[in-house]
Nanobody, 125 residues
Framework: QVQLVESGGGLVQAGGSLRLSCAAS????????MGWFRQAPGKERELLAA????????YYADSVKGRFTISRDNAKNTVYLQMNSLKPEDTAVYYC??????????????????WGQGTQVTVSS
């Protein structure tokens, strides 16, 4: 089992920044690829960013490329999402996730085993 706990969400004005953190406990953190997803009301959960086990490869959805940065610290069992130039359409619940594979079946983070509880991000215009 891996327990994931997100923090860092909140209310921010458009153009502002937030840094989300996801602390992992349980099984060896470095055995998992990590990702950040979000889900807005009435929309499907979407993958925003992913990072491989060693932190040497990253993926970004087009909607956040150039604005968001994913990183991980395996010594601290933590993955981060730095979010800059936030827009009202970034408003959603943000989830971190752990998967045994970074890329499989032609998709990143296709086999998520563990999810965090989510943290709300609200961007005001």
């Amino acid at each position: 089992q891996v327990q994931l706990v997100e923090s860092g969400g909140g209310l921010v004005q458009a153009g502002g920044s937030l840094r989300l953190s996801c602390a992992a406990s349980g099984r060896t953190f470095s055995n998992y690829a990590m990702g950040w997803f979000r889900q807005a009301p009435g929309k499907e959960r979407e993958l925003l960013a992913a990072i491989n086990r060693r932190g040497t490869s990253t993926y970004y959805a087009d909607s956040v490329k150039g604005r968001f940065t994913i990183s991980r610290d395996n010594a601290k069992n933590t993955v981060y999402l730095q979010m800059n130039s936030l827009k009202p359409e970034d408003t959603a619940v943000y989830y971190c996730a752990a998967a045994p594979t970074y890329y499989s079946r032609s998709r990143y983070m296709s086999d998520v085993d563990y999810w965090g509880q989510g943290t709300q991000v609200t961007v005001s215009s």
